[in-house]
């Protein structure tokens, strides 16, 4: 039997090596200092394992961000990877969750983890600790990547055209 979490990861692991061009759909509420507006946004289905999947998310010339999903025994894990342009580990790193349900071959959602409520705390981003993130893929469609805060306003969507891969950018830092 195939497992709604086998399924999605085969659908992301079918786009290995390709790279597509996002828009923000939803970014509420928008601060004045939004480092993603007005900048290209590209994902880079770049790393393809077995039971590892690594996505460069890359926001105008900032290659600091990489979504690592991960098939663990029941689920799927999601972490961000943050990095410095010499490749150092940023501060706020390696945060995220595991799926929560079993989801559907096309949307897993990830609320945050014990580990990353810890880092969040050190780092004095009390707001992250109620996050849920979402990654939804439609082969062939589209991929979006989603952050929420249940219990406040805050909906941030990016949605990636799959039907028109773009130029491989370069590697992340």
């Not at 086998?6 to 992301?12: K, N, P, Y």
């Not at 990095?83 to 945050?112: I, K, L, N």
């Not at 469609?141 to 949605?159: D, K």
């Amino acid at each position: 039997m195939v497992l709604p979490a086998d399924s999605f990861m085969a659908r992301i692991a079918e786009h290995c090596g390709k790279a597509y061009e996002g828009r923000i759909v939803m970014n509420e509420p928008q601060a004045d200092d939004d480092p993603f507006a007005g900048q290209a946004l590209v994902m880079h289905v770049r790393d393809c394992g077995e039971k590892e999947v690594k996505i460069p998310f890359h926001v105008g010339e900032n290659r600091s961000r990489t979504w690592i999903l991960t098939r663990t025994y029941d689920g799927i894990r999601l972490k961000h990877d943050h990095r410095h342009e010499d490749g150092s580990e940023d501060d706020v790193t390696m945060y995220g969750g595991e799926t929560a349900s079993r989801g559907t071959e096309a949307r897993q959602e990830f609320p945050v983890d014990r580990e990353s409520v810890r880092l969040f705390e050190r780092e004095g981003l009390a707001a992250s600790t109620n996050n849920v993130w979402a990654v939804e893929i439609e082969p062939g469609e589209r991929f979006v990547y989603e952050l929420a805060r249940p219990g406040t306003e805050r909906l941030f969507r990016v949605e990636f055209d799959l039907t028109t891969p773009v130029a491989e950018p370069p590697p992340v830092w």
